[in-house]
């Protein structure tokens, strides 16, 4: 079973702070998505990553796939009250449409 | 405009009872799915339909039926409803079965056994 851990669980800090929640495992993916949900609503795909190495930017998130396609990073920049929500990474093995969501990261930032 | 409807977005029922939850997507995707998000906001596979055949089960009680009657709707039937069955349950749809597209989650419907 592959198991994608994320880090930390949960995050509280100020408007204006940086932050980067990690995404880990020992297996292998095809590529990765990171989804955003926020309460009572299902999650929102905000990126996906397909080559080793790669980096996508989405305004003040950057987003990285590990080398070895093992593990993704999501860095926000001067965070802001509306990036509160609980992060999700997924992996996709290539098996057919299956998808391994991580433990999930809490995000909270205040004013 | 909803891309990703589920419904009814709360269902509150006894030990014992059966119910069911509707989904449709208005994407024009072939493959749509079945999650159970835990109290603690893990989110985990149940099925997986492309083009109305079954193409993972992920070792899911039997109470636990999916039909689709065309490729835009998934529906889950649960008999003999448990408290442990107690969770929010997401429909969500892709395009193709390699996963890669990302998928569109419906807005969940929260399950609770009494």
């Known amino acids: 079973t592959q198991l994608l851990e994320q880090s930390p669980q949960f995050l509280s800090i100020q408007e204006g702070e940086n932050l980067t929640v990690y995404c880990n495992s020992s297996?292998?993916?095809?590529?990765l998505q990171w989804y955003r949900q926020e309460p009572g609503e299902g999650p929102v795909l905000l990126v996906t990553?397909?080559?080793?190495?790669e980096v996508k930017k989405l305004k003040r998130l950057t987003f990285q796939f590990g080398d070895a396609r093992k593990d993704s990073s999501l860095h926000i920049t001067a965070a802001q009250p509306g990036d509160t929500g609980h992060y999700l990474c997924?992996?996709?093995?290539?098996?057919?449409?299956?998808?391994?969501f991580g433990t999930g990261t809490r995000l909270q930032v205040t004013l | 405009d909803t891309a990703v409807s589920q419904t009814p977005k709360y269902l509150v029922t006894q030990m014992g009872n059966d119910k069911s939850i509707k989904c449709e997507q208005n994407?024009?995707?072939?493959?749509m799915y079945w999650y159970k998000q835990d109290s603690k906001k893990f989110l985990k596979i149940m099925f997986s339909?492309?083009?109305?055949?079954?193409?993972i089960n992920e070792t899911v009680p039997n109470r636990f039926s999916p039909k689709s009657p065309d490729k835009a709707h998934l529906n889950l039937h649960i008999n003999s409803l448990e408290l442990g069955d107690s969770a929010v349950y997401f429909c969500?749809?892709?395009?193709?079965?390699?996963?890669?597209?990302?998928?569109?989650f419906g807005p969940g419907t929260r399950l609770l056994v009494l």
């Open positions: 969500a749809s892709s395009q193709g079965i390699s996963g890669r597209g990302g998928q569109y």
């Open positions: 297996s292998v993916f095809s590529s």
């Open positions: 990553v397909v080559t080793g190495g």
């Open positions: 997924a992996g996709d093995t290539g098996t057919a449409s299956k998808l391994t």
């Open positions: 994407l024009g995707h072939d493959t």
């Open positions: 339909y492309n083009n109305k055949e079954l193409i």
